[in-house]
């Protein structure tokens, strides 16, 4: 027997196994590039390893590359379950139930729940637990399992991240600036607690402060993953967006941070795609593609290839509006026409829940070949975003979506609808030049005199960031 670095008993007998897993799960924690091969390494160097297998087929589930593997790995754990720890056992069950065809969302939350009541140090199993939520869109139980935690690890790394989170989904800014300060005191390089103050700054349009910050984190982002690394300069693009930057700063992310990231040998593109295609929607619905339009119809050529498709509902919605958008109709009904089918034979109850993520797919392509009447039929008249987690998206990705339609509201006559929706959002984010600017074509549309003070507000807001 062995103990892993939560001091939870493994058996095997391999000082480099022990050693792989530890730093697989550092990197799990870090977004790191090296989890695949630093879990695969663990099972080289104990092959009857329960943990080491069973975290391995965890990784190749979701790996195309390495999904030959996984038969040959689950094997290897279950046939040597007689002879593992309780604790290998649980974190068997958890992930064999996770890693499933047809899991039961509910049943794999419940068995990772049972696992961190009794290995509650395990903050990787935290982690794919709080994963789990995201994509049921349930950032309510990922925030009772991270507090279900929290006592035996009052001053982990990694942690206050995770609680973090969970609080800005809720919508609990305040609660979620103190927890990510908190662990960036812990870890200044948590990149986690890192992207969590972003999202707190962006969402409090304290964009210049948010820019600042991840910019002075930035030196420490090279050894994340495509999406983490890349997401973070998504963040930095969109507060540029936000605060009315010039269109040349949030570009040049795109071209040297987002896009540039191909470039290296480990690069994941996939990953890199789902930010760059999230960033160019956003310039889309200001009305500013044409900055980016050689950049929108090379991405659509890439996004045209089906390796692609249905690894991600997120990124299937914005790859179907970006080859709407480009022409390629075709390709995009295509795709429309898989994501129906899939879910047709998705569990009775994983289905019903999909439905309006399949709703949402159908809105994005309609917007995309501009038939905004037909996408605004789909969204329906009390649309909102935030609804759709269940599509594996944050409140802020999916914002974009709001955006979209408070874009059509306006552009195909429902302005009064349009002024009630926008005002609501600014409400919560008065400190968005865009939204004002929104809102005075709604007025002006109305042939209503506020909408010189609604005009002289968003002008105030343009040049007040950067």
Known sequence: MKEDKWGYAIHTSSPA????????????????RS??????????????????????????????????????????????????????????????CLISPNRDDDVALHLHSKLLSEFPKDLVSLKRAQILCFYMGRPDLSLQL??????????????????????????????????????FRINNEDPWSQH??????????????????????????????????????????????????????VRDIYENRIWKELDRSDATPIEVYLNAVGLLLRVHVRGEIRFFEGHLKILAGFLSDRTFWYAEWHLDLLILWALACTGKLSEAQDLLNGLKSKVS???????????????????SYEYGRGEYTRALELLGPDFDADNYKMVGASGEQLDVFNEV???MLLN????????????????????TPFLWRLLERCYLTLGKQEAESIGAKAKALESAYF
Request: charged share 20%; proline share 4%.
């Open 17 to 32: 196994c022990i050693a792989s897993i530890n730093l697989y799960y550092e990197q799990v924690l870090t977004y790191g």
């Open 412 to 431: 195909a006559g429902h302005a009064e609808k349009a002024i009630k929706v926008i005002e609501k959002q600014l409400k919560k984010r008065d400190g």
């Open 345 to 363: 034979t998705m569990n009775p109850k994983k289905g019903k829940l999909m439905q309006k993520g399949l709703m949402l797919a159908e809105a």
């Open 405 to 407: 339609w408070y874009v």
């Open 196 to 249: 969590a103050l972003c999202h707190v700054f962006q969402y409090q349009c304290r964009f210049k402060e948010a820019v600042e910050f991840m910019e002075k984190c930035s030196h420490s982002w090279a050894p994340l993953s495509s999406f983490m690394n890349t997401h973070n300069w998504w963040h930095v693009a969109l507060c540029y967006l936000e605060g009315n930057a010039p269109f040349e700063k």
């Open 146 to 183: 991270v507090q279900q935690v929290l006592p035996s690890n009052i001053e982990q790394d990694f942690v206050y991240g995770m609680l973090a989170f969970p609080l800005l989904e809720l919508g609990l800014m305040d609660e979620a600036e103190i927890a990510a300060n908190k662990g």
């Open 35 to 96: 989890r695949g091969a630093l879990i695969l390494d663990a099972v080289d160097a104990d092959p009857n390893c329960v943990l080491a297998n069973i975290l391995a087929a965890h990784f190749c589930s979701s790996s195309p590359s390495a999904a030959d593997r996984l038969p040959s790995l689950v094997h290897a754990a279950s046939s040597n379950l007689e002879h593992a720890t309780p604790y290998e056992v649980a974190v068997f069950e958890t992930i064999e």
